[in-house]
């Protein structure tokens, strides 16, 4: 965890006002700049940081073991293009200025099962404006789940958001993965009782 207070996004940075530039927090140029919803113990993420060092990348894990994993793990990388927030994501999201990311991964978020919870996911029309408004035109929002009523509330709500296009085209888009997909030990796994995990891809129109 020693490397946790240089990698993470200032707190006075984080306002929320919609201003924050991705840029002012890297040292280095980039193409381009995704961001990591609940990263968990970020094998997906630092995965995808070998994959596309030229690319800059965002993580919010609220959990600390989840952090501590992920920082091990990159520890031995070259970290000038990654930053992390040990917090919620959403106070992250709601800093960032329009239009700067090109792409939002939402893997196998908490399904908060309990109908009184439902309000706490993090797919929800209030967020849904959010990543609108973070992400660029043409820009992804990514999403997994081997929850299949929690695949259903995701589904619903992107597709029924204005700016959000559903890419898939049939059955197989959504229930396979694509070829260069990151597969972590979670997918592997699964949840107890799950049967299959669901792939969601979408663009921002």
């Known amino acids: 965890m020693q490397l946790l207070p240089s990698l993470s996004v200032p707190e006075d940075l984080l306002k929320e006002d919609g201003n924050l530039s991705p840029s002012s927090l890297f040292d280095c140029d980039y193409k381009q700049c995704w961001f990591e919803i609940g990263f968990g113990s970020g094998e997906h993420l630092s995965a995808l940081m070998r994959r596309h060092p030229d690319y800059a990348w965002l993580g919010a894990e609220p959990y600390i073991n989840g952090m501590a994993a992920f920082l091990k793990d990159i520890q031995d990388l070259d970290r000038q293009n990654v930053r992390v927030h040990m917090d919620d994501a959403m106070m992250l999201a709601n800093s960032l200025g329009d239009g700067s990311l090109d792409g939002i991964y939402i893997l196998n978020p908490d399904p908060w099962h309990k109908k009184r919870h439902h309000k706490r996911r993090i797919v929800n029309p209030a967020n849904l404006d959010v990543f609108s408004r973070i992400l660029k035109p043409g ?14 509330w995701m589904v619903t709500h992107a597709a029924r958001h204005k700016d959000f296009k559903w890419l898939a085209k049939s059955a197989k888009d959504w229930q396979s993965p694509p070829n260069d997909w990151v597969t972590t030990a979670y997918e592997v796994k699964g949840a107890k009782g799950a049967k299959q995990m669901v792939y969601l891809f979408f663009n921002k129109t």
Not at 139 to 152: C, H, N
């Open 139 to 152: 820009g992804k929002l990514i999403m997994s789940t081997d929850v299949p009523y929690l695949a259903d």
